[in-house]
């Protein structure tokens, strides 16, 4: 049987920086990824966090505007306008498409058209099954760890690291995060007013049956990406209406005056409820969406998946010699980055919703305040003292004034 020391599963941002750095640390790598063009059928509005590329060495063309501005819709409708970063746009066709090639240059083996079917470890070794749908084989190859990054709708039932026992990694209540999401690339006859294209926007609005939605409008070289996300399932001509009556009101304020020649509709299933409890088992490590590292507030989840791909790569490589204790290693570094602040913000989702008017509070906070936004992007490992007492004391005065709604 094929052995390796690392398979990944899936290559978005989270499996691609997995591969590339592990390679680079010497780790055999092997990438099973199930779509033909890497990128292609993700539902994404690709909005990357200042500094992104610098941080994770990806070239710059990938950018395909830096966005000063963050608006901040509330249910009203009014418009809350932040001034931060800048933030970058790009497309997930070329954002993981760039990382996959960066993993190929590093020595990873990136083999798509790979859909993962099972595990089955003894926490040694773990054979990975899946069907090789250009072969139409199924197939097996071993390795000392697996890295499972396959995002929202992975399957973690074939996860087995003891004999006859179900899989510790599966989390009861991950149907009640999954999101129903639709997008809209708008492509036009000539460019839309010029703010858009210096803007990332962000809609909260309820839909018509009274559940919570998420918008966006991120600005793309030929293109706009409109969509929206909401939790739960919508049937599908629900979810249409309620983009298009989304997409009209972008429409009159962006682009009244040019001619839509063309619309490529997107639809998926994303996440935006609490991390996974578990980020590991026995060798097998979980990454990305998959471990459910996306901020509620936004249902992003790119900075996350790509750090943890890159505290994976650096746990495996520095412990060798047991599997298992690296992915323990990784499980702990990943829930200290990342847990606390994931869970506040579903906490503050939640918070939000059950008083509609609080949004509108919390905007106008945001944007009298840029550095309480900065504050808030960060993660708690990067904190200075003084970054968490301003925190602090803004998150008081929000909560004092949101008890008045």
Known sequence: METVDLVVIGCGPAGA??????????????????????????????????????????????????????????????????????????????????MAALAVREGADIRTHSLFRSIE??????VVEYADAIAGQRKQIAARNVFVASG??????????????????????????????????????????????RTLELHYYPSRDGRQIVAWMFPKRDHLAIGLGLVGKLPG?????????????????????????AIKEEGHLLYGGDPRPRFSDGNVLLGGTAAGLVDATNGEGIYEAAMSGRLAAEALAEDRSDPVRAAARYAGR????????????????????????????????LSRFPRFADALQKDDGVRTLRDKAWLYGQALWFAVRAARC
């Open 152 to 197: 929202a709708t992975v399957n973690l039932a074939g996860v087995r690291t003891e004999p006859d026992a179900a899989s510790r990694l599966e989390y009861d209540r991950w149907r009640d995060g999954l999101m129903t999401t639709l997008q809209y690339r708008v492509y036009l006859d000539a460019p839309a007013i010029d703010i858009a294209y």
């Open 334 to 365: 990943v829930g200290s980055q990342f847990v606390r602040r994931l869970v506040h913000r579903v906490q503050l989702m939640r918070f939000m919703e059950n008083r509609p008017a609080r949004y509108a509070l919390l905007f106008e906070q």
């Open 237 to 261: 001509l629900e979810l249409r209406a309620e983009l298009d009556a989304f997409t009209e009101r972008v429409r009159t304020r962006l682009y009244a005056h040019r001619r839509v020649v």
């Open 17 to 98: 920086t997995a591969a590339r750095e592990a390679a680079r640390r010497g780790l055999e790598t092997v990438v099973l990824e199930k779509d033909a063009v890497i990128g292609a059928k993700r539902v994404c509005a690709a909005g990357l966090r200042p500094g992104f590329c610098e941080e994770f060495d990806l070239p710059r063309d990938i950018v395909h505007f830096d966005t000063s501005r963050l608006a901040l819709f509330d249910n009203d409708g009014r418009e809350h306008e932040v001034l931060f970063g800048p933030g970058h746009t790009s497309t997930r066709e070329e954002l993981d498409g760039t």
């Open 121 to 126: 470890s003894d926490g040694k070794r773990a």
